[in-house]
């Protein structure tokens, strides 16, 4: 992981520079803030893997040494099937075009992203895939 966090700094590094030279050069707001805010997140992505790749230890992908069944094992617990991503996307569809069209249809998406999100953190904790 940590080839990968200084990869994510490089490149926020990278971008700063960019950023700076296309706001010197074409004074456009949009672009720059695009920019900026790439920085930001390559930034941020770098320091979590940094982070992490400290408490967890060294990896087999950061040893020179390492062989492909080194890295071989469990990943983690991934889903089978889950519907909530699609329902969370559609309450957060339904909250945006509400701030578009009017307000009482923007509180309905919120209240519908807050039910989704519900349903999305806690799906394993009842029905069928309850452990």
């Given at each position: 992981?940590k080839?990968?966090?200084?990869?994510?700094?490089?490149?926020?590094?990278?971008?700063?520079?960019?950023?700076?030279?296309?706001?010197?050069?074409?004074?456009?707001p949009?672009?720059?803030?695009?920019?900026?805010?790439?920085?930001?997140?390559?930034?941020?992505?770098?320091?979590?893997?940094?982070?992490?790749?400290?408490?967890i230890?060294?990896?087999?992908e950061?040893?020179?040494?390492?062989?492909?069944?080194?890295?071989?094992?469990?990943?983690g617990?991934?889903?089978?099937?889950?519907?909530?991503?699609?329902?969370?996307?559609?309450?957060?569809?339904?909250?945006?075009?509400?701030?578009?069209?009017?307000?009482?249809?923007?509180?309905?998406?919120?209240?519908?992203?807050?039910?989704?999100t519900?349903?999305?953190?806690?799906?394993?904790?009842r029905?069928?895939?309850?452990?």
């Amino acid at each position: 992981m940590k080839v990968q966090g200084w990869l994510f700094l490089l490149c926020g590094v990278f971008f700063a520079a960019v950023d700076l030279v296309y706001w010197f050069w074409s004074k456009e707001p949009t672009g720059t803030t695009a920019l900026a805010i790439s920085v930001g997140l390559a930034l941020m992505i770098g320091y979590y893997l940094l982070y992490t790749a400290r408490r967890i230890g060294d990896q087999p992908e950061d040893r020179k040494d390492a062989e492909i069944s080194d890295g071989a094992g469990e990943l983690g617990f991934f889903s089978p099937s889950s519907w909530w991503p699609l329902f969370l996307c559609l309450a957060v569809a339904l909250m945006t075009v509400g701030f578009v069209i009017g307000w009482w249809m923007f509180i309905v998406g919120v209240f519908a992203v807050i039910m989704a999100t519900i349903g999305f953190v806690f799906q394993y904790y009842r029905g069928h895939f309850t452990h």
